[in-house]
């Protein structure tokens, strides 16, 4: 019987940067772009697994020997997929499986990840499912930064188990995050701050981190015994860190910008924390920075507070003393971030993001902007008010300063991982 999960996309509002330390939390933002995960399996003495992605013609397919100590995979015709490898092996070392399987695993991602250019669309016969299928490879289609490789490990990682261990997602949640993170860290060569994976898993939430040094001693490891043994204990170990559930204020929508530009994330990160190394009074930056990201949640959980108990919620949200408490917040973190900018010389919030949301900020309906995540020059996120969410894309639209932005059709999710309907992929997948 076939079965597909599903893991959203992220994003960043508050803790850029501080959310690498366990002792700041960030507010994590669930994506409505998903990754998709179809796996249908049949019985077989031998033991493989097949994983393809008929969007970007991927496909990989892993022989696995489950002969000697611990099981060992070597991918047939020698393609590589650094995040797909990272997570078959971290599923069948904490598995060890005994016996055979043939699994095929065929992987869809929704508009929202990547560039639009060049794409041809394709629906399931019911209508349910579309996606944009690409003329050129994965490794050739620019992203958009809103958290694919991490709902990639998620989506496939949460199929792998539930083939496995045969339980419902529920009872499965905690271990697939726990995999997943290590997968994906397995992946990258390194501990990121793991929201992103958190989000995926767990959706719209407050996080706090595990510790970094939690599995470090996992990482570029071959496959041994005593390996797995390891894997198992920590995977299995309570991790001690915070993901509460949390969502955005009735009312107040999040709109995702492309800006047409880049930024390398991991340069940014590395120049920062390089800065704050050496200069032990970038502390206090980091704290002004920690008080705006509270602040920021704080104005959110009141507005949630007032639209459950006060009936005249909505008239209440057009004025401007309500949200002015948000507002506050949103232009004490950018004060923050333009700080660090001109102190480290990482380009987190370059003039010309400063310019772009400060014109937004002028436009009707907006509460406020900020860059997301990392920050740099590929995107920025604006809080509107839902009533005039078409007069402020009308607004981007008239003027020119807008023209390297594109609005993504992105929502606000709350819901990490899915198990979604298998009938609704059918017309897409050969099996179905």
């Given at each position: 019987?076939?079965?597909?999960?599903?893991?959203?996309?992220?994003?960043?509002?508050?803790?850029?940067?501080?959310?690498?330390?366990?002792?700041?939390?960030?507010?994590?933002?669930a994506?409505?772009?998903?990754m998709?995960?179809y796996?249908?399996?049949?019985?077989?003495?031998e033991?493989?697994?097949?994983?393809?992605?008929?969007?970007?013609?991927?496909?990989?397919?892993?022989?696995?020997?489950?002969?000697?100590?611990?099981?060992?995979?070597?991918?047939?015709q020698?393609?590589?997929?650094?995040?797909?490898?990272?997570?078959?092996?971290?599923?069948?070392?904490?598995?060890?499986?005994?016996?055979?399987?043939?699994?095929?695993?065929?992987?869809?991602?929704?508009p929202?990840y990547?560039?639009?250019?060049?794409?041809?669309?394709?629906?399931?016969?019911?209508?349910?499912?579309?996606?944009?299928?690409?003329?050129?490879?994965?490794?050739?289609?620019?992203?958009?930064?809103?958290?694919?490789?991490?709902?990639?490990?998620?989506?496939?990682?949460?199929?792998?188990?539930?083939?496995?261990?045969?339980?419902?997602?529920?009872?499965?949640?905690n271990?697939?995050?726990?995999?997943?993170?290590i997968?994906?860290?397995?992946?990258?060569?390194?501990i990121?701050?793991?929201?992103?994976?958190?989000?995926?898993?767990?959706?719209?939430?407050?996080?706090?981190?595990?510790?970094?040094?939690?599995f470090?001693?996992?990482?570029?490891?071959?496959?041994?015994?005593?390996?797995?043994?390891?894997?198992?204990?920590?995977?299995?170990?309570?991790?001690?860190?915070?993901?509460?559930?949390?969502?955005?204020?009735?009312?107040?929508?999040?709109?995702?910008?492309?800006?047409?530009?880049?930024?390398?994330?991991?340069?940014?990160?590395?120049?920062?924390?390089?800065?704050?190394?050496?200069?032990?009074?970038?502390?206090?930056?980091?704290?002004?920075?920690?008080?705006?990201?509270?602040?920021?949640?704080?104005?959110?959980?009141?507005?949630?507070?007032?639209?459950?108990?006060?009936?005249?919620?909505?008239?209440?949200?057009?004025?401007?003393?309500?949200?002015?408490?948000?507002?506050?917040?949103?232009?004490?973190?950018?004060?923050?971030?333009q700080?660090?900018?001109?102190?480290?010389?990482?380009?987190?919030?370059?003039?010309?993001?400063?310019?772009?949301?400060?014109?937004?900020?002028?436009?009707?309906?907006?509460?406020?902007?900020?860059?997301?995540?990392?920050?740099?020059?590929?995107?920025?996120?604006?809080?509107?008010?839902?009533?005039?969410?078409?007069?402020?894309?009308?607004?981007?639209?008239?003027?020119?300063?807008?023209?390297?932005?594109?609005?993504?059709?992105?929502?606000?999710?709350?819901?990490?991982?899915?198990?979604?309907?298998?009938?609704?992929?059918?017309?897409?997948?050969?099996?179905?």
């Open positions: 019987m076939a079965h597909v999960f599903s893991a959203p996309g992220k994003a960043l509002l508050a803790g850029g940067y501080l959310v690498i330390d366990p002792e700041y939390e960030a507010y994590v933002t994506l409505s772009s998903r998709h995960a796996i249908d399996s049949n019985e077989s003495q033991a493989r697994i097949h994983i393809s992605s008929p969007q970007f013609h991927g496909e990989w397919e892993y022989s696995v020997d489950l002969d000697g100590d611990v099981p060992r995979f070597l991918e047939k020698g393609r590589s997929n650094p995040f797909i490898e990272a997570t078959v092996k971290t599923v069948l070392n904490y598995i060890q499986p005994t016996t055979g399987f043939d699994i095929r695993i065929t992987l869809f991602s929704d929202g990547h560039t639009t250019k060049d794409t041809s669309v394709k629906r399931s016969q019911n209508g349910k499912r579309v996606f944009l299928f690409h003329q050129r490879a994965i490794e050739e289609v620019p992203k958009t930064g809103m958290g694919s490789s991490a709902g990639l490990v998620s989506s496939i990682t949460a199929a792998l188990l539930s083939h496995f261990i045969k339980q419902p997602l529920t009872n499965l949640r271990t697939i995050h726990n995999v997943a993170q997968a994906h860290c397995e992946a990258q060569k390194k990121g701050s793991g929201f992103d994976v958190a989000a995926a898993v767990f959706g719209s939430i407050i996080y706090r981190r595990f510790k970094p040094d939690l470090n001693h996992l990482l570029g490891r071959d496959s041994t015994p005593e390996l797995c043994k390891e894997l198992r204990e920590v995977v299995d170990a309570n991790w001690e860190f915070n993901h509460v559930p949390c969502s955005l204020p009735q009312g107040i929508k999040l709109l995702m910008g492309d800006v047409h530009a880049g930024s390398e994330t991991p340069k940014l990160v590395s120049k920062v924390l390089a800065w704050r190394n050496s200069h032990p009074e970038s502390a206090i930056l980091y704290e002004q920075l920690n008080q705006g990201n509270k602040a920021f949640v704080k104005a959110l959980e009141q507005l949630q507070a007032l639209s459950g108990t006060r009936r005249d919620y909505d008239s209440l949200l057009l004025d401007p003393a309500t949200l002015e408490s948000l507002r506050r917040a949103i232009a004490q973190i950018r004060r923050g971030f700080d660090i900018t001109k102190h480290s010389g990482a380009e987190i919030e370059p003039q010309e993001q400063t310019e772009l949301l400060d014109r937004c900020d002028t436009l009707p309906g907006c509460v406020g902007g900020m860059v997301p995540g990392a920050g740099g020059y590929d995107a920025i996120c604006v809080l509107v008010l839902e009533k005039e969410l078409y007069k402020f894309k009308k607004a981007t639209e008239e003027d020119d300063y807008f023209r390297r932005v594109t609005w993504l059709d992105l929502s606000e999710e709350s819901a990490g991982l899915l198990e979604e309907d298998p009938r609704n992929y059918a017309g897409l997948i050969n099996s179905v």
